[in-house]
């Protein structure tokens, strides 16, 4: 015979595996997705020297035309801290964004947003060394997901009624959304120190929202989506749960 206490245990949920579903089931998608790759490589991190091959660093992405770290950079994560602070930004700050584009706009958005990000990164970082003659402009390095972050709140920020306000992640302060995107990136450069790549990122956001070829640049027909969504490998994904297909978006 089980004792009470031990088939009591055995009849309750982990509380663990109970959030971890309850967050599966109201995240989005791609962005669920983009969380379990920084999880991957986070957990690869341990084993494989992933940062130094694939960071995004002018002198070998240019320099070397290694140019598929131009892409790579964006889904290195090699601290605990970088994968519990962009999960906590992608889930709050970025899950509406695909929720209102739907996930294959989304997605493309997204792509998008780190080649453009990346690519001028890499070359301003060139442009200063050939003005300035500074060195240490093509060793300045571009990774994770923060400036994606950084460039779609501001991109959200800047759609949204600018004199509107909303808390700064789980501090007790507000701001407005005009400057939310600055406060974010002051914060995030008092963690982890200066990153340029961040500047670029939020200087692009607001290009995005105030200079309309930019956006039409960045912005995928119903057609164009659609026929991405009839291909592999996202057919595939269609049917999983939180995926927000063409004509499905809220608030649309």
Not at 54 to 82: H, K, M, V
Not at 239 to 244: A, I, P, S, T
Request: charged content about 15%; hydrophobic content about 40%; some cysteine.
């Amino acid at each position: 015979m089980i004792p009470q206490n031990v088939e009591n245990a055995q009849n309750d949920p982990n509380p663990i595996l109970t959030k971890y579903k309850d967050w599966i089931h109201t995240t989005p998608f791609i962005t669920r997705s983009i969380v379990h790759l920084q999880l991957i490589s986070y957990i690869t991190s341990f084993i494989l020297p992933l940062s130094s091959s694939l960071t995004n660093i002018p002198l070998f992405t240019i320099g070397s035309l290694e140019l598929y770290r131009i892409i790579t950079s964006a889904f290195i994560c090699d601290s605990i801290f970088t994968l519990l602070f962009t999960t906590l930004t992608l889930t709050t700050l970025t899950s509406p964004t695909e929720l209102k584009k739907g996930s294959c706009q989304y997605l493309l958005f997204t792509i998008s947003v780190i080649t453009t990000t990346s690519t001028l990164f890499s070359l301003t970082s060139y442009g200063i060394h050939a003005i300035t003659g500074e060195p240490m402009s093509l060793i300045w390095e571009s990774k994770g997901m923060w400036g994606f972050v950084l460039t779609s709140v501001t991109v959200q920020c800047n759609n949204e009624d600018p004199e509107g306000k909303r808390r700064v992640l789980f501090f007790p302060v507000e701001v407005k959304n005009r400057y939310y995107p600055l406060v974010l990136l002051s914060l995030f450069t008092f963690l982890s120190g200066f990153r340029f790549d961040l500047f670029i990122s939020v200087g692009f956001g607001y290009l995005y929202t105030h200079n309309p070829s930019t956006r039409s640049f960045l912005t995928f027909s119903d057609v164009t989506v659609e026929g991405v969504e009839g291909r592999w490998p996202v057919v595939n994904w269609v049917g999983k749960e939180g995926y927000v297909r063409v004509g499905m978006e809220v608030g649309e």
